[in-house]
């Protein structure tokens, strides 16, 4: 059991995605602790099923709890189309009552639905995100009218290309290429594209590439770490259980020293990550 005045925000990904949501957390909201856990030996997530993806992303949350985390992000836009809901309704009641998990899906959406000019959404995501129909459904629910339409584009390529550190190269350049040209023909009045993955910021340069002038490319991280900020105000019954140290810890399913070198590279610093099961 962890100790007892060590109360981190978990921060989930299957990989090293969700440090493109740490990192903003780290900047915008210094003072706490966070632990950020990255699922490697299993990534990717986004072509699993619906019931591996919850029963993963459960033992990481289960995981994180005995860490002491009383609040939790799923910095994964697959886990928290497939697995969010069920945890949040059917586990958390009965494995940690006070305790609270949230998604990157949500906020995404209502920054889309401010951004959006003219109601015409893309969304760029992994296979398993874009078949949930997350985002979709989202943007009815809670755009109040200001989204006309969505159109998706999985991207099945994307994640090994940044978790195989590819992401300078020819191939990525190609795939990166065909999947923004098949969204554009999907729908050519697009002017908000939603980066869907986490895991997506990390070929941003790529992207930009090929992606027409006037469309706003939305990246989660800001908007993951500007709505929590309004989450902790809204809920101090959480925010007064969480430590503040400024400490930033890792754990990673794999090799600590594979994650180490990837994720300082990212991070910009050197990041001591250690190996752990669950
Ligand atoms: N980074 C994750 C997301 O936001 C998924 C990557 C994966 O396929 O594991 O969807």
Request: proline share 5%.
């Amino acid at each position: 059991m962890a100790d007892k005045t060590y109360a981190p925000i978990g921060v989930f990904d299957s990989g090293y995605g969700g440090l493109t949501i740490l990192k903003e957390l780290e900047k915008t909201l210094p003072e706490y602790d966070f632990l950020y856990l990255g699922d490697n030996a299993r990534t990717p997530y986004g072509t699993r099923s619906f019931d591996v993806v919850y029963r993963y992303t459960l033992q990481a949350v289960k995981y994180l709890f005995d860490q002491g985390c009383p609040l939790i992000i799923i910095a994964c836009n697959t886990a928290s189309a497939k697995a969010l809901r069920n945890i949040q309704m059917l586990d958390l009641p009965n494995l940690a009552p006070h305790n609270r998990v949230l998604g990157v899906i949500r906020p995404s959406v209502e920054k889309v639905s401010e951004m959006t000019k003219n109601g015409h959404v893309g969304v760029l995501g992994t296979v398993g995100t874009v078949v949930s129909e997350s985002y979709p459904i989202e943007l009815v629910k809670w755009s109040e009218g200001r989204v006309k339409s969505t159109v998706q584009e999985a991207c099945p390529m994307w994640v090994p290309i940044v978790e195989n550190n590819e992401i300078g190269t020819e191939g990525a350049d190609y795939f990166v290429r065909k999947n923004i040209l098949n969204i554009l023909a999907k729908d050519n009045h697009i002017d908000t594209l939603i980066l869907g993955c986490t895991h997506y910021p990390l070929l941003e340069t790529v992207i930009r590439k090929h992606v027409p002038d006037g469309i706003h490319i939305l990246k989660q991280g800001h908007i993951v770490a500007e709505k929590l900020v309004d989450y902790l105000l809204r809920h101090p019954e959480i925010e007064s259980r969480l430590s503040r140290s400024g400490q930033v810890t890792f754990d990673t399913t794999e090799s600590a020293e594979n994650f180490n070198s990837k994720a300082s590279l990212f991070m910009g610093r050197p990041v001591e990550a250690k190996t752990v099961s669950y």
